[in-house]
């Protein structure tokens, strides 16, 4: 079944820690983010790549770096994480970065840095 | 700067019309995109307005007026798996997606 996946599902990380969220996608879309949803804040963006071998920031990016080496694959790594980096985070992917294009969301995965 | 206001939370009765209000003032507009989130889960796309008027798809409809910077979702015929989260969305002069906080809507028997 075409779609993203997000793997973990939920982590609980220790504050200093290294971690890599994992998100893949098989619809061949172009563009790719990362969000953060935190309750009464809504989602956030982190960071995109508008196709592989480009990123760029978003509104959040401070404590996080992000790599997109091909169409598919697009991680999301805190070097050193802290207890603010607790929210759940979702992956999501349109066809291009322009127009009229749908995002479509990975199931998320949930983030407690304790 | 982006600025995505909706109410917070809104209850209305199982078969009523319920009606979520989205104001903004962003950098640029490039469409604005409705998306419901059950708990739990990932938002799911519903409604997407780049020109002024009514979308209607099924049940629900979505309008939109750019001069005023003002968008609704209408929900009809409300069922309990309506129950969810609604989240405006802006695209903006960038074309990246700016969120509102979401209205959470119960759905009462």
């Known amino acids: 079944i075409a779609g993203i996946t997000q793997a973990p599902t939920s982590q609980i990380l220790a504050a200093g820690r290294r971690m890599t969220l994992r998100c893949t996608q098989d619809m061949r879309h172009n563009a790719m983010y990362w969000y953060r949803q935190d309750l009464g804040l809504g989602l956030r963006l982190i960071h995109y790549s508008n196709t592989a071998g480009t990123t760029g920031k978003g509104e959040v990016p401070d404590g996080y770096s992000v790599s997109r080496a091909n169409t598919d694959d697009f991680p999301l790594t805190l070097a050193s994480a802290v207890p603010s980096q607790t929210s759940v985070y979702f992956c999501a992917s349109s066809a291009t970065s322009g127009s009229v294009d749908t995002q479509y969301f990975g199931p998320g995965t949930r983030l407690t840095v304790l | 700067g982006q600025n995505i206001d909706q109410p917070t939370e809104m209850t209305a009765t199982e078969g009523a019309i319920v009606q979520i209000n989205c104001t903004y003032q962003t950098s640029g507009f490039n469409g604005l995109f409705w998306y419901q989130q059950h708990a739990g889960e990932a938002p799911t796309f519903l409604s997407y307005?780049?020109?002024?008027g009514l979308e209607e798809k099924g049940r629900f409809s979505s309008f939109l007026s750019r001069s005023k910077g003002y968008s609704y979702l209408l929900l009809k015929e409300l069922q309990m798996k309506d129950s969810a989260s609604y989240l405006c969305a802006v695209r903006g002069g960038d074309y990246k997606l700016s969120f509102g906080a979401g209205t959470t809507v119960t759905v009462r028997a």
């Open positions: 307005n780049v020109l002024d």
